[in-house]
């Protein structure tokens, strides 16, 4: 019997009460990453839901990253790094946003794929939206399309989508 991928997250995510700051619930899905049969699972159902949509697939650090290139394999396209501020050498744009607690900035190199490349763009939490908004700001301005948004967790109660405009979002687990 295959397991849906939620099943997965949903038996094996921990959570963290009052961590990094007293009042946050820390969701972790380090234990779902470690699982090998659940991050099959996860990369079977993003790569899946958005199957022949895109050329390739922008993950975010970190955690993206991982999510990025385990679809950029499975639907053999090419991977883009979407870099917290300053870890990028040579021509890059540049994307300021605010996070739960405090702002920061992300980055992405030029020239990476030609223009109008359909991206998936790809995270393993969807919170106030910030980042991902910040990301899809950086694609289009990169001269690409931002085809969908795949992510395996979404923290409803901050209404993240609503930062996103009308972009297809699919999420594995809503909590």
Do not use: W
């Amino acid at each position: 019997m295959i397991v849906p991928a939620a099943q997965h997250v949903q038996t094996l995510l921990a959570s963290y009460p009052d961590f990094p700051q007293p009042g946050i619930l820390f969701r972790d899905l380090n234990p779902v990453f470690a699982d090998a049969v659940a991050f099959r699972a996860i990369i079977e159902d993003l790569s899946e839901r958005y199957q022949g949509q895109f050329d390739a697939v922008a993950g975010i650090e970190a955690r993206g990253f991982l999510l990025a290139a385990g679809i950029g394999y499975a639907a053999q396209c090419a991977v883009l790094a979407v870099r917290k501020g300053g870890k990028l050498p040579g021509t890059v744009l540049t994307e300021e946003y605010d996070l739960e607690y405090g702002s920061a900035r992300l980055e992405l190199e030029v020239g990476q794929l030609p223009a109008g490349s359909r991206v998936l763009i790809v995270d393993d939490v969807l919170a106030t939206g910030g980042t991902v908004a910040a990301t899809a700001r950086l694609i289009e301005r990169a001269g690409y399309l931002t085809i969908g948004v795949g992510v395996v967790l979404e923290l409803a109660e901050l209404d993240g989508r609503s930062r996103i405009g009308d972009t297809p979002v699919h999420t594995i687990v809503s909590v």
